[in-house]
């Protein structure tokens, strides 16, 4: 067993929607652990609920209960104001429609996060990380879905984070693009040692990870990959 | 630049029509308020100016003849602080190239032994010199008649003075603040070209009117205390008085030329307030549908901001900065145009008022305040969509937003009437009532901007009306010959008997003061002949009241003034004469538009003064050749007993030309201010559902619909959106309307408030034409829409 802390603990995460008079209670009692320096991929069919794990280990959301420890601290007992300044320290995302300000420059876009962060990277260096120097100044618009994917990615990376949230990465990319981009996220994590955690309902990606956790309705499943496969070997 | 400011100014980029309307809207509500507010600050820095430098008195008094030695008598009354006695008498002026007799008012100065304080309602010299206190052969005269009729300091001018023609030398020209708006007696507005004040020296006044050491004006001032409520001191004035026949007490507040410039300020203060209120609501309102859609469209990109850790605090200045952008520029802006409207103002009323100097100043304090206001509405009009925007957390603005409430709308539930209506009307029907906010912004814009017109358009049909009324209804005779005394019958078959003479009438008026108790009146019962077809008193409706044989017929307004009713009595005491009280009983009631008249019949009046055919003036309709004419004026021009002749043409193309100039310029603005409230707001909203709706439009067009089919559905909804904003225009403006004229509404007239048929359909039809020009423009924007790309992107 290793020693090293986990970046991300989560215990007995309750999560329940409120809409009008309708209950849809959606996580019911996850235990869960992201390990710094690890590519974690959460697995669950559309609708399982990942989008709602992922923003609550992300500090995007409160859960109804449970509790979620990041750097010795409790963030379900944050409020909006200590939220936001845990995301702009600690947290990267990367979404599946890219959400990119389409009135901004791709190294403009990396400047929304670069401008908030204590210690950034060079935007343009995030930029090239991704391959992307020649198209800095082209705007969303001017740009492939999996190049805007690349922008969004150096967004995320940019702010040197502690971890990277993936929410459907490739979910609306080919799967040629979307294993580049996978194989994007796997180079990173060697290169920066960046802790990375990638959302999908595409169960091959699930061979690239070191742990994987598979979201289903009895609760969250934990394994790790003996031996982990390249972005170039899987296909879904 | 931060990065969130590069978005910002691209986003401000992008929606510049938008922008542009909205501060448009907002320039034109600060211009208002600065214009107008502006002229009002100069006018009354100028009155006050004029006043002290003039020593405007506060009380005027006219009597019949009153012995200087009384003076003193009367400034020792309680609450007088000074005065001064003077001469005023009505004369003819008889100038060598103009046919007609003019008229005009001699005033006396104060002698040189009056010399030592200031002299009460002193003039200002405009040109040559003063009068020489030894010469007495010379006038200053006043100074808009002068440039009108080209006098000049050498000329010699004659004027008949109590039946005696005279020669006086001008040696200049002048101004008194008492005479700011001058209008002469019986008109409704000014005429510089036919009537003019001639100021001479007292010892020539008392030897031209027979007044050797008398006076029969008094002005004078009031101490500080008595200012604030003259209405004692006017009266013990008016009692200490009485045995020297005093015809009017007139307190500065009811002073003519005081009362209209007083109007005037009214006027423009209710336009300093209406108008910015109405234009920077309507822009703060279109301001919150703008930023409302701009929070909708940036739901996603917030939320992702707000995902990468931006702070509430940071996107709320991001957003708002439009709202203060919108508020600088347009505030600015306005200033400017402000400025600008307040010199083309000042202008026209440098035309209308005899002030010495009427400056138009800069006003910081206004310009800042304006600028403050300016911002105030438009982040007012911003903060809703801004809140939307902040108010959500991260997850759920990243989110789809929910389609708005899809449930059935008011109509559904009547499925008769709601499915006769058709799809393409349903689907108007559902997009209007789901948008409510926004519908309910658009049906206010559209109906402020129906009510200017309305108003606008009424404002010139009430003042038409008016002088229509007065002249094609109430003053039909073609002259009207005023005497100085009363006249027998002789004079009657003289004016019979001048030159293309039809029809004579004749008037006696007697003056007097009409009590009721504690309630008393001065003014003039006017005595008018049974079978009199050229004076007709008239209801404000048009409607003609019979003179009753005996009685009163009064002027509604004044009976209420005195406290009476129909059938009650009141003490007629006649200002001249033995002075012996009549008791009369009212026997009419007229609801007259102007003045406080009272009519009586001519034989009953002749009787109840112990007269018999006296007379005061003649009406006359004639049917003249011009050489008759020519004869008719020169022989008018000699009658030794004439005060002054009336000449209605002249009159009415006087009082035309006053208003059609005033009103013209004015009018046309009010239409461009209402067209800015259409085309900020109305053409903002169609833009920003087109935007809104690129996607669905695009799709219309993918299934095979033509860009003007699609124009026409976004029409549907337009014309149920202004149709309904323009129906309750109609009303709004109407009581605008009647709320502007009550403005200029006081105890001596009313503005009835009129629009024909005419001027409704002015209004809606520049209503719908704004409308349509609106529809044009999306349509050309829908025409032009790349589809293709609208369906491609991917926002
Ligand atoms: N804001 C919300 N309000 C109500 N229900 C929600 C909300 N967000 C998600 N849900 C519901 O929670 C469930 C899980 O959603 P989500 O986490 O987006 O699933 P996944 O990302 O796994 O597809 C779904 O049934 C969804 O309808
Ligand atoms: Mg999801």
């Known amino acids: 067993m290793s020693t090293t802390e986990p970046a991300i603990r989560c215990v007995g995460i309750h999560k329940t929607y409120h809409t009008g008079e309708v209950e849809t209670p959606v996580l019911r009692g996850i235990d869960l652990e992201i390990m710094p320096g690890e590519v974690t991929v959460i697995l669950g069919a559309s609708g399982a609920g990942k989008t709602t794990l992922l923003n609550i280990i992300g500090g995007i959301d409160r859960p109804t209960t449970g509790e979620i420890w990041c750097g010795g601290e409790n963030l379900a007992g944050f409020d909006d104001r200590r939220l936001t300044e845990h995301r702009r320290r600690n947290v990267g995302f990367v979404f599946q429609f890219y959400n990119l300000v389409p009135t901004l420059t791709a190294l403009e876009n990396v400047q929304t996060a670069t401008e908030i962060a204590d210690r950034p990277m060079d935007p343009a260096e995030a930029l090239a990380l991704v391959d992307l120097s020649d198209r800095r100044d082209h705007f969303p618009a001017q740009l492939s879905g999996g190049q805007q994917q690349r922008v969004a990615i150096a967004r995320a990376l940019a702010k040197r984070p502690l971890v990277v949230f993936c929410d459907e990465p490739t979910g609306a990319l080919d799967a040629t693009t979307g294993r580049h981009v996978l194989d994007l996220l796997l180079r990173i994590n060697e290169q920066t040692g960046a802790t990375i955690v990638i959302v999908t309902h595409a169960a091959p990606v699930a061979g690239l990870a070191h742990a994987v956790l598979r979201l289903e309705l009895d609760g969250i499943h934990a394994s790790r990959n003996a031996k982990r496969l390249g972005a170039e070997d899987i296909s879904w | ?795």
């Open chain 2, 1 to 795: 630049m931060s990065v969130l400011g590069r978005k910002l100014r691209r986003d401000l980029v992008a929606a510049r029509g938008m922008l542009t309307a909205v501060v448009a809207v907002v320039a034109l509500g600060i211009g208002a308020l600065v214009g107008f507010q502006a002229t009002s600050n100069n006018l009354m820095a100028a009155r006050d100016a004029y006043y002290a430098r003039c020593r405007l008195a506060d009380f005027w008094i006219d009597l019949h003849k009153a012995p200087r030695t009384v003076l003193a008598e009367v400034a020792d009354i309680a609450g007088v602080a000074a005065l001064r006695g003077r001469i005023a008498a009505p004369v003819i002026v008889d100038l060598a190239h103009v046919p007609e007799p003019i008229s005009g008012l001699l005033l006396s100065l104060p002698g040189s032994d009056e010399g030592g304080a200031a002299v009460i309602n002193d003039i200002v010299l405009r040109s040559g010199r003063p009068l020489d206190p030894r010469r007495d052969d010379e006038v200053l005269v006043s100074e808009a008649f002068a440039r009108h009729r080209g006098l000049a300091a050498g000329d010699t001018l004659a004027l008949t003075i109590t039946g005696e023609r005279r020669h006086l030398r001008i040696v200049g020209t002048a101004i008194s603040a008492e005479f700011a708006d001058l209008i002469p007696p019986g008109a409704l507005a000014p005429e510089p070209a036919d009537y003019g004040v001639f100021y001479v020296g007292r010892q020539f006044a008392e030897n031209a009117t027979n007044m050797a050491g008398a006076v029969n004006s008094i002005v004078g001032l009031l101490t500080p205390a008595a200012r604030a409520d003259p209405e004692p001191v006017m009266e013990r004035l008016d009692r200490v008085l009485a045995p020297y026949g005093v015809f009017a007490t007139t307190p500065l507040a009811l002073q003519s030329s005081n009362l209209n410039l007083t109007a005037e300020l009214g006027g423009l203060a209710t336009m300093a307030t209406t108008m910015p209120l109405i234009f920077l609501t309507v822009a703060a309102l279109v301001l919150n549908v703008l930023m409302t859609r701009l929070a909708a469209q940036q739901a996603v990109i917030v939320g992702t901001l707000k995902a990468l850790g931006w702070a509430d605090g940071a996107l709320r200045t991001h957003f708002v900065s439009v709202g203060v952008l919108v508020g600088l520029v347009g505030g600015l802006l306005g200033g400017l145009l402000g400025w600008g409207l307040a010199a083309w103002l000042t202008e026209f009323y440098r035309g209308l008022f005899a002030f010495p100097s009427l400056p138009n100043r800069f006003y910081l304090g206004l310009i800042l305040l304006s600028l403050a206001i300016a911002l105030c509405f438009a982040v007012l009009g911003t903060l809703r969509g801004v809140r939307q925007v902040t108010r959500l957390s991260p997850a759920e603005a990243m989110h789809p937003p929910p389609p708005p409430a899809g449930g059935k709308i008011v109509l559904e539930r009547f499925p008769v009437l709601w499915r006769h209506l058709g799809f393409f009307w349903q689907m108007a029907l559902r997009n209007v009532f789901r948008n409510r906010g926004r519908s309910l912004v658009g049906i206010f814009a559209a109906a402020v901007g129906t009510s200017l017109l309305v108003s606008t358009f009424g404002l010139v049909e009430s003042l038409a009306y008016m002088v229509g009324f007065q002249f094609d209804q109430v003053m039909v005779a073609e002259y009207t010959l005023n005497f100085r005394t009363e006249l027998d019958g002789g004079a009657l078959d003289e004016a019979r008997r001048l030159p293309g003479v039809q029809r004579a009438e004749p008037v006696f008026a007697v003056a007097g003061t009409l009590v009721n108790a504690n309630h008393s009146h001065k003014g003039v019962v006017v005595g008018l002949r049974a079978d009199a077809t050229l004076t007709v008193p008239r209801d404000g409706d048009g409607t003609r009241a019979a003179v009753p044989a005996q009685g009163l017929l009064m002027a509604r307004r004044l009976a209420a003034q005195l406290g009476v009713g129909l059938g009650d009595r009141v003490w007629l005491i006649p200002t001249k004469g033995t002075r012996e009280p009549r008791l009369v009983p009212i026997t009419g009631l007229l609801d007259s538009l102007f003045g406080l008249a009272v009519y009586a019949d001519y034989a009953w009046l002749n009787a109840l003064v112990g007269e018999t055919d006296a007379l005061s003036a003649v009406k006359l309709r004639t049917a003249q050749t011009p050489a008759e004419r020519a004869a008719f004026l020169a022989e008018i021009k000699r009658m030794p007993t004439l005060e002054s002749c009336d000449d209605l043409a002249r009159e009415r193309a006087n009082l035309w030309q006053n208003f059609v100039v005033k009103l013209g310029g004015m009018s046309y603005t009010m239409i461009l201010f209402g067209a800015v409230i259409f085309f900020g707001a109305i053409l903002n909203a169609a833009l920003i559902g087109l935007i809104e709706r690129h996607r669905e439009l695009a799709t219309y067009r993918v299934l095979g619909y033509r860009p003007r089919e699609v124009g026409t559905m976004l029409l549907r909804e337009s014309l149920l959106l202004n149709l309904t904003g323009i129906a309750l225009g109609l009303p709004l403006g109407w009581w605008m309307l009647v709320g502007m004229n009550a403005q200029y509404t006081n105890d001596l007239y009313m503005i009835p408030s009129v629009i024909t048929p005419t001027g409704w359909a002015w209004s809606i039809g520049l209503a719908l034409a704004f409308v349509l020009i609106c529809q044009y423009i999306v349509q050309r924007q829908i025409d032009r829409m790349d589809w293709r790309e609208a369906l491609a992107m991917k926002e």
